[in-house]
C-alpha cells in the first residue's frame, strides 16, 4: 500500500484546448463569486462528487453547508433589522401622535379652567321642606314655641308631593 506523506500536493493540467480554456474560466468566475473557496476545495468537492461518496462522509461540503448557514442566518438578521426599523418608526409616529392629543387636551383643560375661574358659580339649595308633627291626641297641649331670634322670611308656597313626602321622611 502507498503511504502519503501529511500533505500530498497535485497538479491539474490545463491544455490550451477550447474545453480546457472554457472550464478554467468557470472555475475562476465560480471562485470569484465565492471567496471562501479555493481551487483545492472545488477539486476535492469534485472528486467526492465524482467518486459517489455519501454526504455524511464528505468534509468539505459541511463546510459549505456552514457557509450556506451563516448566509441564511446573515439574511434573517438582516430582515429583522428592518423590521424593528420599521416598527420603532411606526410607534414613534404613533407615540408623537399621542403627544399632540396630550398637549391639545391640555389646551382645552387650561382654557375651560380660565372660563370656569371668570364666570361666577351661584349654587342655590332647594327650599327646606316643611316638617309635620304628628298630632298625638293622648298628649296634652303645650304652649307655642317662642319666635326665633333670626329674621324670619315671609313664608314660601309648599310644593304638596313635598309636604307629602316630608311625612314619610319623618317616621325614618
Known sequence: MFQWSKKVVKSVTFNPEVADESLLAVVENYLEKQPDKTFSDL????????????????????TAATGAV???????QRQVADLEERFFAKESNRLEGLERQVLQL???LAHLAIMVT?????????????TVEAVN????TSPPPPPPSYPVNPPEEVDPLISRLSQYLDDF
Do not use: F, H, M, N
Not at 477539486?43 to 459541511?62: F, H, I, M, N
Not at 451563516?70 to 434573517?76: A, R, S, V
Not at 291626641?137 to 296634652?140: E, G, H, I, Q, Y
Open 43 to 62: 477539486c476535492k468537492e469534485a472528486l467526492w462528487q465524482t467518486l459517489c461518496v455519501p454526504e455524511s462522509v464528505k468534509p468539505g461540503l459541511k
Open 70 to 76: 451563516e448566509q441564511k442566518i446573515d439574511d434573517l
Open 106 to 108: 391640555t389646551q382645552q
Open 118 to 130: 371668570e364666570r361666577p358659580v351661584v349654587y342655590s339649595s332647594p327650599p327646606p321642606a316643611p
Open 137 to 140: 291626641p293622648t298628649a296634652s
